[in-house]
């Protein structure tokens, strides 16, 4: 069995309780089921995508590599000229401590990365008069949900950090250094 289970991940019935507690919760979410298209008629001009990859080649980043990632949802509402970028995270935290896990595990620069990629791939409707919205869809230890939208002035700042994480990965590319951080390797510290 355990040879024949291909790429499926096995879980316990715990888990899986669990897991089906949690969905119920964002499906009676409103807010969330709007995001998610759960509630769209068949009236409105909405298209949902869930787990959809997107890329940019090199010569789009304008790097010695390229970007990838995989969005959880992206909602693209043709009536409201809108693009909602929803990335769905599961914290054994609090809503409250959502902040701290967000700097934690660079959850703004995965972020600003997904913000990038459905920048571009969409960049033949993203006129002057769409905008596009990113929010963290948080379902915490005690099931309650919260959607963080981020807003446009935390989106660039994110972005900012992540065009200087990018110039240095690209640096340890083209160098083929990786024995240490970009700051050690250039001899940027001094005590």
């Known amino acids: 069995f355990l040879k024949s289970r291909g790429k499926r991940d096995l879980i316990d019935s715990e888990t899986l309780q669990r897991c089906n507690e949690a969905v119920d919760i964002l499906r009676n979410d409103s807010r969330t089921g709007d995001l998610l298209g759960l509630y769209k008629s068949e009236m409105e001009n909405i298209e949902m995508f869930n787990e959809i990859e997107l890329s940019m080649d090199k010569d789009e980043t304008q790097l010695s590599f390229g970007l990838k990632g995989i969005a959880d949802s992206i909602q693209v509402n043709h009536d409201k000229k809108c693009i909602y970028i929803n990335d769905l995270k599961t914290t054994g935290k609090t809503i409250s401590d959502f902040e701290e896990t967000i700097k934690f595990y660079n959850y703004n620069l995965q972020a600003a990365i997904y913000h990038r990629l459905v920048r571009h791939h969409y960049?033949?409707?993203?006129?002057?008069?769409?905008?596009?919205?990113?929010?963290?869809?948080?379902?915490?230890?005690?099931n309650q949900v919260y959607c963080f939208e981020v807003s446009k002035s935390t989106l660039s700042l994110w972005d900012d950090e992540l065009k200087k994480k990018l110039l240095e990965a690209d640096w340890h590319y083209k160098n083929k250094q990786y024995n240490l951080p970009y700051k050690f390797a250039t001899s940027q510290v001094i005590l």
């Open 123 to 142: 960049k033949s409707i993203l006129k002057a008069d769409w905008t596009l919205h990113f929010n963290f869809i948080v379902i915490d230890k005690y």
